[in-house]
T-cell receptor, first 111, second 112 residues
Framework: SQQGEEDPQALSIQEGENATMNCSYK?????LQWYRQNSGRGLVHLIL?????REKHSGRLRVTLDTSKKSSSLLITASRAADTASYFCATVNTGFQKLVFGTGTRLLVSP | SQTIHQWPATLVQPVGSPLSLECTVEGTSNPNLYWYRQAAGRGLQLLFY??????ISSEVPQNLSASRPQDRQFILSSKKLLLSDSGFYLC???????????FGPGTRLTVT
């Protein structure tokens, strides 16, 4: 079943602008991950944030996690046309065996 | 380095026909393996996962089955396909010591 819900479902911006995507989840987690999927391709892991972390950076990516609100956000700074893709959050359950994916945000970055 | 392969890349099958999708991983041993299905414009639904040879956990009751005959081989099967089995099937692996999953390129299945 889907645990995460991303918001917005779709986002359209210009190159150079920042893109923010939000994810909400329902149960206690060990960690939360963000993945990117280009159209018709497999998913690529972007970043992982543990439940005891509040913020994490990787290049132009910034992820925040608020376990009290069961929510996370992904910020892509200075976006590029190549960032056009769908972005999914995924949570790891306490058994650590499974990822539960959200519904995704489709990001379109126009030149 | 590790790589994951899936084949075929695309498949068009009639209703009622059998299915066999294969996934293999190279460059690692004893991976955890996963099969997901993605409907058009939707998120991923976990179908099966395996922590070792012959060990399969099913997440969604349906007419699909999975097998792991070798350490780095994961097979998704069906005896009789339904229209609702159409979708994008993704295989993924992770090592036992990490949480990140690594995905194959996927198989686009269309049941007609």
């Amino acid at each position: 079943s889907q645990q995460g819900e991303e918001d917005p479902q779709a986002l359209s911006i210009q190159e150079g602008e920042n893109a923010t995507m939000n994810c909400s989840y329902k149960t206690s987690i060990n960690n939360l991950q963000w993945y990117r999927q280009n159209s018709g391709r497999g998913l690529v892991h972007l970043i992982l944030i543990r439940s005891n972390e509040r913020e994490k950076h990787s290049g132009r990516l910034r992820v925040t996690l608020d376990t009290s609100k069961k929510s996370s956000s992904l910020l892509i700074t200075a976006s590029r046309a190549a960032d056009t893709a769908s972005y999914f959050c995924a949570t790891v359950n306490t058994g650590f065996q499974k990822l539960v994916f959200g519904t995704g945000t489709r990001l379109l970055v126009s030149p | 380095s590790q790589t994951i392969h899936q084949w075929p890349a695309t498949l068009v099958q009639p209703v009622g026909s059998p299915l066999s999708l294969e996934c293999t991983v190279e460059g690692t041993s004893n991976p955890n393996l996963y099969w997901y299905r993605q409907a058009a414009g939707r998120g991923l639904q976990l179908l099966f996962y395996s922590v070792g040879i012959g060990q399969i956990s099913s997440e969604v009751p349906q007419n699909l089955s999975a097998s792991r005959p070798q350490d780095r081989q994961f097979i998704l099967s069906s005896k009789k396909l339904l229209l609702s089995d159409s979708g994008f099937y993704l295989c993924a692996w992770r090592s036992g010591s990490s949480y990140e999953q690594y995905f194959g390129p996927g198989t686009r299945l269309t049941v007609t």
